[in-house]
């Protein structure tokens, strides 16, 4: 068992638990130093896609996940990873009480563009769904992102 970092649709634990379904969630925490963004806006849904960049004055709520060998190989199929579209990088989370190692999926391309309508109410219902504060969700609510009708 290896420790998962999900910061995107991936917060949503039934999407998970159909996704991985041999990987418990073991908790939920922050990537302190770090900034969810958007890029890739040729690859996604409809425009760009969620991932994380380092920022010194921000931070990530994240759903922690003690994922298995075979969850990871079928993580790595859903997430592209093993096209080549994210990759891997290890990450610190700070938990509750402790701090912990986990690997993330980082977006191999440049940051920039706007989230579809869709997928950002999508990200904010997994954020919902994973218990992250209030405001967090808030703010991904209120992000700019394209009109699903038109782009």
Known sequence: MTLYAAY????DPARMGERCPHSPLRGTGWLEGWRLTFGGEEHGWDGAL????????EQVFVGIYDITDED???LDGWESADTGLFRKVKVRVSLLDSEVVAWAYVLDAFEGG?????????LADAAEAADAPADYVEALRSRPCRSNFGG
């Open 8 to 11: 995107g649709t991936n917060l």
């Open 72 to 74: 990871v190989s079928a």
């Open 50 to 57: 969620a991932t994380i960049v380092q920022d010194p004055f």
């Open 114 to 122: 706007l989230p579809s309508a869709t997928y950002l109410g999508t």
